[in-house]
């Protein structure tokens, strides 16, 4: 059975950096996309960037996370990461990672595994 769990979250202030890991067991995460989503307090969540393992490339969907925010994978560890930089109060929310066996896609409803979330809170 495919797991995830993501670390790394936490409190930070504004203008700083966080490192987000979705560490994989039960299978590789080679042959996935790997998606990274947001929910922020009240509201819905929404997808932020994807990364396709066949391909290589990356995709981001949020114009406000663009230039800031980047996702990577490292096959020896099984583990995809997302780089936060420039960390606005407004990124403020629960971040999880998840996987489809197929090309990236903006909608949750289209993966099929989830880890748990991290908070990442950017306050003074």
Do not use: H
Request: glycine share 12%.
């Amino acid at each position: 059975q495919l797991k995830l769990v993501e670390s790394g979250g936490g409190l930070v202030q504004p203008g700083g950096s966080l490192r987000l890991s979705c560490a994989a067991s039960g299978d590789t995460l080679d042959g996935y996309a790997i998606g990274w989503f947001r929910q922020a307090p009240g509201k819905e969540r929404e997808g932020l960037l994807c990364l396709s393992t066949v391909s290589g490339t990356s995709t981001v969907y949020r114009d406000s996370v663009k230039g800031r925010f980047t996702v990577s994978s490292d096959s020896a560890k099984n583990t995809a990461y997302l780089q936060m930089n420039n960390l606005k109060p407004e990124d403020t929310a629960v971040y999880s990672c998840a996987l489809r066996l197929a090309g990236c896609a903006p909608f949750e409803g289209e993966y099929n595994y989830w880890g748990q979330g991290t908070q990442v809170i950017v306050s003074p």
